[in-house]
C-alpha cells in the first residue's frame, strides 16, 4: 500500500481532495508519480489548476532563527475542467524531483528535521486550496551512498544532519537551500581537524561534495575552518572504490586545511558552521508528517 493524504471538502470550493503515492520513496533526479482525486458536493465545481509540490522545513544561517517552512519545487498536474455534482475526477502526476533535492534517508532512518512532503494545491477560481500533504522519502543516490558508506567506513562519526536555507555562491546551486551532514572526525584524521560538515550538490552528469572542516579549541572558543571541493560523474558511482576515493580527497583537504591556517587561499565562507548543536533525534520512516503542510490535510496511510 503507498500513502495518502485526504482533505476533507473545503466549504468554499465545495471540494475534497485526495492525493496518493504509490510508492513515496525517490531519488533527486527522478520523477514522483501519483494520483489527485477531487470529489464535488451538491455542485458542481470548475477547477482551473491542480499543482503538486515538494516542501520541507529549512533552517535560517542565523542559529537563533526559527526554521521555516518552504516548497521547493512544484509542477502543474491538470486544470481545466468541471467536476460534476457529486462527481468525482481522478488526475495522475509525475513530478520531477530536482537533482539537488536533499536526502531525507540517513543510514536507514529519517531524522526529525528531514521530512519532506508532497502537497496537492487546487486552484478554483481566485482562491487556492492546501490540499493534503503525502509524506516523501528520498534516499541517497548511488554516488551519494557511495560517500556516506565511505565515511562510515573511515570511523567518521554522525553528528547532525540539518537544511539550511542560503546559497553557496562557490558552488552550482539552483535551489534556495542546501543540506549539511555533521561527524566528528575519526581517529584517522584528527588533530588538525575536530569536525567535518558534508554538501551534496548533485546534477545529471557529476555529484559535487563539499567538504567544510574545521577545528574548534574549546577552551579559547577559536576556529579555523576551511572548504574543499571535489567532482566524481554518476557514471561508474557502483564500480568506485569509495573508502580509498574519499581517503585521498580527506587527505587532500587536511593539506589544503593546514595551507589556510598558514595564511593560504581559501574559499570564501560566508555562514558559520553549526555541528555543534545537539543532535536530532531519529525518526522511524513511515511516520507521517503532521503539521509540516499548510491547510487542512492529514497525511497517512502504511508503508509500502
Known amino acids: 500500500m503507498g500513502y495518502t493524504g485526504v482533505s476533507p471538502e ?39 489548476e491542480i499543482r503538486v509540490g515538494l516542501l520541507t522545513q529549512v533552517e535560517s544561517p542565523s542559529p537563533d532563527a526559527r526554521r521555516r517552512l518552504l516548497q521547493f519545487c512544484s509542477a502543474p498536474a491538470a486544470g481545466g475542467f468541471a467536476v460534476a455534482a457529486g462527481q468525482t475526477r481522478t488526475v495522475d502526476f509525475a513530478l520531477p524531483v530536482p537533482w539537488e533535492t536533499p536526502v531525507t534517508v540517513v543510514d536507514g532512518k529519517v531524522p526529525l528535521n528531514l521530512r519532506m512532503a508532497l502537497r496537492t494545491e487546487v486552484r478554483v477560481g481566485s482562491g487556492l486550496a492546501q490540499g493534503p500533504t503525502v509524506p516523501v522519502f528520498v534516499h541517497p543516490l ?55 560538515e558534508v554538501t551534496f550538490v548533485a546534477g545529471p552528469e557529476e555529484l559535487e561534495v563539499v567538504f567544510w572542516l574545521d577545528r574548534r579549541l574549546a577552551l579559547s572558543g577559536l576556529t579555523h575552518a576551511s572548504v574543499s571541493r571535489f567532482r566524481v560523474r554518476h557514471a561508474g ?11 585521498g580527497w580527506l587527505r587532500r583537504a587536511l593539506n589544503h586545511h593546514g595551507d589556510v591556517a598558514a595564511g593560504g587561499p581559501s574559499e570564501p565562507i560566508s555562514e558559520v558552521m553549526h555541528v555543534n548543536r545537539p543532535p536530532s533525534e531519529p525518526e522511524r520512516p513511515g511516520i507521517g508528517l503532521e503539521g509540516i503542510g499548510g491547510g487542512s490535510g492529514e497525511g497517512g496511510g502504511g508503508g509500502t
Open 10 to 48: 473545503s466549504a468554499w470550493t465545495g471540494l475534497a481532495v485526495r492525493t496518493t503515492l504509490g510508492n513515496p520513496s525517490t531519488r533527486p533526479g527522478m520523477s514522483l508519480p501519483g494520483r489527485v482525486t477531487v470529489s464535488a458536493g451538491g455542485l458542481p465545481v470548475p477547477v482551473d
Open 237 to 247: 558511482a557502483g564500480r568506485q572504490q569509495w573508502p580509498a576515493l574519499v581517503d
Open 142 to 196: 548511488p554516488a551519494q551512498a557511495g560517500v556516506l558508506d565511505a565515511l562510515h567506513t573511515l570511523a567518521f562519526t554522525p553528528r547532525q544532519v540539518g537544511l539550511r536555507y542560503g546559497r553557496l555562491p562557490w558552488a552550482g546551486q539552483l535551489l534556495p537551500f542546501h543540506q549539511l551532514l555533521g561527524y566528528w572526525v575519526a581517529p584517522l584524521y584528527t588533530g588538525p581537524i575536530t569536525e567535518l
